[in-house]
């Protein structure tokens, strides 16, 4: 930091539920998520996608992932001060505590932060949704703004972000067990590909669409965040791949012929979270017009 540059009041942590874009500022701590495959478990960090997906062709086991530890959390939490020069003020952001016990063992670690005061927010959601919450917080933390305005900030993206996403197959949601809602309202259609979001109110995933190919269900996609935002709306859009990166250069395409882009960035779905995706997947976080801080 230079001399003229405001000096942060808080830190900023995050859990492996988050896929961080290059030009947000997603570059924070995070406590990370794991994924097993049998008894071999990687970090978010410590797993290629392109290795991940080699095992999933090729590894007879169906991989589980798993939530951060309160350790974990304690050490990303640590981390996060020691960025920041041991600021006592830390905003931890969790994946949905309706998908993950992530939320759960951050409050855990706060039995072995002494001289820390942790402020936990629950993102309600998780993937570039999450990084858009992320991003509010570090920039206000990076602007020298308070821990109160960041988390208003926060809060704003939250209400206004909603996070759609489509998979090639159902079958690593069914085998992970988080298939629920989802497989209720297609009746148990296997071969329709499904338009998900998370449920406001429960923090779960729900189904908002369906589509009988792929190339229909991104499609879908695009269409259902038109239909929430409305055509013409300037949009900010974190758009989200598994296997084939032109999946979201072609969402991205669909998007711009109804609504002018103010900003967007496209992020490979991290390994942990792919586990359940499956391999080819394809998303979108968007939100209204510019930033809360912007307006």
Request: no cysteine; glycine share 10%.
């Amino acid at each position: 930091m230079t001399q003229t540059d405001p000096q942060p009041r808080f830190a900023v942590v995050t859990d492996g539920g988050l896929d961080a874009f290059e030009t947000l500022n997603n570059d924070v701590a995070v406590a990370p998520f794991s994924v097993n495959f049998g008894n071999t478990s990687y970090r978010t960090n410590e797993i290629s996608r392109a290795d991940l997906f080699r095992e999933l062709q090729t590894n007879p086991q169906h991989p589980t992932s798993s939530q951060p530890t309160p350790q974990e959390w304690a050490e990303a939490v640590r981390d996060a001060r020691f960025r920041s020069g041991q600021l006592s003020q830390v905003l931890a952001i969790t994946i949905s505590a309706g998908l993950s016990g992530s939320r759960n063992a951050a409050e855990q670690a706060r039995g072995v932060l002494k001289d820390v005061q942790l402020q936990i927010h629950d993102s309600g959601t998780l993937s570039a949704a999450q990084a858009f919450q992320v991003h509010a917080a570090q920039t206000a933390a990076l602007r020298g703004d308070t821990l109160e305005t960041a988390l208003k900030w926060v809060r704003a993206v939250q209400q206004e972000t909603e996070l759609y996403f489509t998979i090639e197959t159902l079958e690593y949601l069914r085998r992970g067990g988080r298939i629920g809602r989802v497989q209720a309202t297609l009746g148990g259609l296997l071969n329709l590909k499904p338009v998900i979001t998370v449920d406001r109110a429960t923090g779960t995933y729900t189904n908002v669409g369906r589509a009988r190919s792929y190339k229909g269900a991104i499609e879908a996609v695009g269409q259902q965040v038109t239909r929430q935002h409305g055509e013409g709306t300037p949009l900010r859009v974190g758009l989200l791949y598994g296997s084939v990166r032109e999946d979201a250069d072609v969402l991205l395409e669909q998007l711009r012929q109804r609504h002018p882009i103010v900003w967007s960035g496209a992020a490979g779905v991290n390994p942990v979270l792919n586990v359940h995706t499956g391999p080819r997947a394809l998303g979108v976080a968007a939100a209204p017009g510019p930033w809360p801080w912007e307006r």
